[in-house]
């Protein structure tokens, strides 16, 4: 399945971004998406010394929406360890929020940032 990321309302998800991989975890009992996408961020924006491709995504309404990922988009928390030696938190505590996004399952969509 592709899968997208983009948001109206942030420059740095403004052009949608390719998920390249993703697997379904919980942090602090919370469903969540770890997604590895095509163009990282630039980590000195977020008080990091290099670039940011995992991104960690947690449900900003359909706690379940990850379970079949089969109903888009999903609005999303874009969040981020809070340093580069976090590389599997345990704890929301360990990442920050630095976005509001939606996850599509199709290019075009995420271009146009469709919503419901």
Not at 68 to 75: A, G, R
Not at 82 to 102: D, F, R, V
Request: net charge negative.
């Amino acid at each position: 399945m592709k899968l997208y990321i983009s948001s109206y309302e942030y420059e740095d998800f403004a052009t949608p971004r390719r998920v390249l991989h993703y697997q379904k975890m919980k942090i602090n009992d919370r469903n969540c998406l770890i997604i590895e996408v095509d163009n990282p961020l630039v980590g000195q924006k977020y008080g990091l010394l290099c670039d940011v491709d995992t991104l960690y995504l947690i449900n900003r309404v359909d706690e379940h929406a990850f379970d079949t990922l089969n109903k888009f988009p999903i609005d999303v928390h874009v969040l981020i360890a809070k340093t580069t030696k976090i590389t599997s938190p345990i704890s929301l505590s360990e990442l920050q929020n630095i976005a509001w996004a939606c996850l599509y399952d199709n290019e075009a969509d995420a271009y146009e940032h469709r919503i419901v």
